[in-house]
């Protein structure tokens, strides 16, 4: 293998020559004696037979947890709703959702007050159309009209004011709305 003196921080990846030789180091080149190696050996295994107890205590307690939970009613359903929950409030507590919130609240105030603004310049233009001198021809036109036709109807020919012409011409068209029966105009006789 050629050796490189590029330092310690090469810029190429490992290949897989270089995986080789990090497998094959060899403990015997090391400064430690036999007795030491066992003992270092002896305790390695010792720990990985303690790493598999813990495992095997771990998912005991797991699988007990988990009929607990079923005694108690709490399944996989009802611990998802409380994760969500519990996420939920995290996050109504969290800085940005304050801000986010406070900035929202105050941004519906100031489009509330916009449209109430809004609203009373409507009302306020249809209050200043109504009393203009058109609509006032023009309301004095509809109940001349109205009047006319009850008259010839045989209606007492009362004139009142715009809003009472409207609800009785509303009222006389919602009990005379005659039934219109549609068909198609090639079932239609000619």
């Not at 100031?110 to 023009?138: C, E, H, Q, V, Y």
């Not at 008259?151 to 715009?162: E, L, M, P, R, Y």
Request: one cysteine or more; aromatic letters at 4%; glycine letters at 6%.
């Amino acid at each position: 293998m050629e050796t490189r003196q590029q330092g310690f921080l090469d810029s190429e990846p490992l290949r897989e020559a270089d995986e080789d030789m990090a497998s094959e180091v060899n403990l015997n080149n090391s400064i430690m004696t036999e007795e030491e190696r066992e003992e270092i050996q002896q305790e390695l295994a010792k720990l990985e037979e303690e790493i598999s107890t813990l495992k095997q205590v771990l998912s005991s307690k797991e699988k007990q947890h988990e009929e607990l939970k079923q005694k108690l009613g709490a399944t996989s359903l009802y611990e998802l709703r409380n994760n969500l929950s519990r996420g939920w409030h995290d996050m109504q507590t969290s800085m940005a959702y304050k801000k986010t919130s406070e900035t929202l609240s105050t941004a519906g105030q100031k489009t509330s007050a916009a449209f109430s603004t809004l609203g009373s310049a409507i009302t306020r233009k249809f209050g200043d159309m109504r009393n203009s001198p058109s609509f006032k021809s023009f309301e004095e036109k509809v109940e001349t009209t109205v009047s006319t036709i009850k008259t010839k109807v045989g209606g007492t020919g009362t004139a009142g004011s715009f809003e009472e012409v409207l609800s009785s011409a509303a009222n006389a068209s919602s009990q005379d709305t005659p039934t219109i029966n549609l068909t198609d105009s090639a079932e239609r006789p000619c």
